[in-house]
């Protein structure tokens, strides 16, 4: 069974510009989250999807980030424009509801 | 916030048992613990997870205290590969909510 998959696996933008991160989530897998981590401490929930619908975005910083998952099936995460503080590893994660969450390899962003 | 209490790191020799201590005694009864690890570089990986009960898996062992406040991870044997950071999370309403874990190094 294939695993999450995450893109771009690195990603170098300067400050005031924008990015986007896709993730595909394992097949059949109604809940997909994004998770924001910053080196040297664990992940932080950033927004959960049940299907194309959000769940919980309180975390998620809306005036420079946005979230979709139009189908239900993939999902991009954008920051614009982007701040240094930004610099961290976005991780996707599915699951079926109420069973066991599954990670991907993360996005790695660097703001310069 | 994490409702879990995890030192921030240990030490164990190769092919010992590592015994990973992790307390949550504001755990609610029908919250799983669950135990996920990270690999410098990756995405956080799946070990094991349990209610009440101790649960054994190919990778790991889970030992929850009758009052559940209290669980211990066991890698029975463990490798250099073993070397991570390990979570022990409350999992709450399909959410998984980390603290910074315990930095596990396996030296030879």
């Known amino acids: 069974e294939a695993g999450v998959a995450q893109s771009p696996r690195y990603k170098i933008i300067e400050k005031r510009q924008s990015v986007a991160f896709w993730c595909n989530p394992i097949s059949g897998h109604a809940t997909l989250y994004w998770y924001q981590q910053i080196l040297g401490q664990g992940p932080k929930l950033l927004i959960q999807?049940?299907?194309?619908?959000?769940?919980?975005d309180s975390q998620l910083p809306k005036d420079r980030f946005s979230a979709e998952r139009l189908k239900g099936v993939d999902s991009t995460l954008k920051i614009q424009p982007a701040k240094l503080e930004d610099s961290a590893v976005y991780l996707c994660?599915?699951?079926?509801?109420?069973?066991?969450?599954?990670f991907g390899e993360g996005s790695w962003l660097t703001v310069v | 916030d994490a409702k879990t209490t995890q030192p921030p790191s240990m030490d164990c020799a190769e092919g010992r048992a590592a015994n990973l201590p992790c307390n949550h005694s504001t755990i609610s009864g029908n919250e799983y613990v669950y135990w996920y690890r990270q690999i410098h570089s990756q995405g956080p990986q799946y070990i094991i997870h349990?209610?009440?009960n101790n649960e054994t898996n190919e990778m790991a062992s889970l030992i929850i205290t009758e009052d559940r406040k209290s669980s211990t991870l066991i890698l029975p044997h463990a490798t250099l590969r073993d070397t991570a950071v390990y979570y022990c999370i409350v999992e709450n309403t399909d959410k998984l909510i980390f603290g910074t874990g315990t930095r596990l190094q396996v030296f030879p």
């Open positions: 994660a599915s699951s079926h509801p109420g069973n066991t969450i599954y």
């Open positions: 999807f049940q299907n194309n619908g959000v769940v919980d």
């Open positions: 349990g209610l009440k």
